[in-house]
């Protein structure tokens, strides 16, 4: 039995202009005066909202398997890990000569690195701030720490607290004690993995807001515009110094590749080209677009040789779509207005087959290299074939299924621009889709 994909006629006649057009897409953030508010942004949708940058403190991961504890420096928190004993030094907790101490910072690049657990020792199930059991699946909390709160003027503090991590359960909630170095005030809470369900972490704030619900549903959202702090020069000495700056930060999970040298105007005109120079420079990176985009000498100015791509992945519908973003505007703090320009990458045709499963092939149309993945198929060998319209072959190649990841990567270098047929085909299945070259 065959199954194959038609082509109706009357999209052979339709002109490259009428196939190919792809729309510009004008829009802007608006963090607010002093970037204010961190806005989530969905890059199909172009959904926005918008979560206080300062109402949370710290912010535990919401996988089970991870012992992420991030802090949020731009709330003032600082973060020094007790050096003079282990848990057992709670109540003899002794601050003497404390501003020696060398405070830890978030990975900015790492999801799964917050100031709390940087460095881990895998031989001995060490994960920062605790240990693993590999039997009760818990992390228990093996260190201490000094949470410090920065003052308005420089080297000042408003605020210092004692904190232990006392758990984190096999369930993922997280259990943790604090108090005044005093020992007054002293409270165990927890935050609650039910509160984080369908999101990237659960946030605590230690005054007023307790635990804020600040964050949308990681479906709905792909970046963020917010503000956190980077080694970065001092714009005033001009010193390397870890510096707060406004950036674009990614979903966990949401890759980002840089696009580097050409202007926007080109890879509206041309953007084929992208996957094929850039497939191999995605990165799961935090600040993957990070706050390089822009540069401030007396006013800002922007690059119109830097842009971004985004890989925008939704686990409800397991689609994946590419998007290009370039930043065309910036008003710096007075209203942290950021103004873009987006549109979507011409995305894979897709077809679900008995047989092959989906089928996807990305570029569609394509230039120097096209890509075919195929997700849970029967076929263990294909042959995968591009063809003129009249049935000359002018690519055949064996494709191996069995392999960890069913995507291939095919050159069409040497192909004309025009229509082809693409077949697929083991033993006497086959499945044919369109493909364009261009």
């Given amino acids: 039995m065959k199954y194959a994909f038609q082509i109706l006629p009357a999209l052979l006649a339709l002109s490259a202009e009428n196939l190919f057009a792809q729309t510009v897409l004008n829009d802007s953030a608006i963090m ?69 101490w060398k405070p830890a910072w978030n990975d900015i690049h790492d999801h799964n690195k917050g100031a709390f657990n940087l460095y881990n020792d895998m031989s001995k199930w060490k994960f920062g701030w605790g240990t693993y059991d590999v039997n009760s699946k818990e992390v228990t909390g093996d260190s201490l720490y000094l949470l410090a709160w920065a003052g308005m003027a420089p080297g000042t503090y408003s605020k210092f607290v004692k904190f232990w991590p006392v758990i984190q359960k096999a ?35 230690f005054t007023g807001a307790g635990k804020p619900d600040r964050e949308p549903i990681s479906d709905n959202w792909d970046i963020s515009f917010n503000r956190y702090y980077e080694l970065t020069p001092n714009p005033s000495t001009g010193a390397l110094e870890m510096y707060p700056v406004m950036g674009i930060e990614s979903k966990r999970g949401t890759r980002t ?102 089928v996807k092939l990305f570029p569609n149309p394509a230039s120097k290299m096209f890509y075919i993945t195929l997700d849970m198929p029967k076929a263990k060998i294909c042959n995968v074939a591009v063809t003129t319209i009249e049935g000359k072959t002018l690519i055949s190649e064996t494709l191996n299924t069995q392999t960890t990841w069913n995507a291939y990567a095919i050159s069409s270098e040497n192909i004309p621009a025009g229509i082809y047929l693409l077949k697929i085909q083991s033993g006497n299945q086959i499945l044919t889709q369109k493909l364009v070259i261009e």
């Fill in 32 to 100: 607010g005066p002093g970037y204010a508010n961190q806005v989530y942004y969905d890059v199909k949708t172009g959904t926005k909202s918008n979560a206080a940058v300062n109402n949370w403190d710290i912010a535990h991961t919401s996988v089970s398997r991870d012992n992420c504890i991030r802090a949020n420096h731009m709330s003032g928190l600082r973060v020094f890990q007790y050096p003079k004993g282990k848990t057992d030094a709670w109540a003899s907790f002794d601050t003497t000569g404390w501003a020696s």
């Fill in 171 to 205: 369930n993922g909630d997280m259990v943790f004690k604090y108090a005044n170095l005093d020992g007054t005030g002293e409270k165990m809470d927890t935050i609650y993995q039910s509160s984080a369900t369908g999101k990237m972490y659960k946030y605590y704030k």
């Fill in 257 to 358: 590749a840089k696009v580097f040298g050409r202007p926007f105007s080109s890879l509206n005109a041309d953007s084929n080209w992208l996957v094929g120079d850039y497939s191999k420079s995605f990165k799961n990176d935090l600040t993957g677009i990070g706050s390089g985009w822009k540069t401030f000498s007396g006013t800002w100015s922007l690059s119109d040789t830097m842009s971004y791509i985004i890989e925008r992945f939704r686990s409800n519908t397991m689609d994946t779509s590419y998007w290009l973003m370039h930043m065309t505007g910036f008003t710096g703090s007075s209203s942290g207005k950021i103004k873009f320009s987006r549109m979507a990458l011409r995305n894979s045709l897709s077809v679900k087959d008995p047989f092959f499963g989906t």
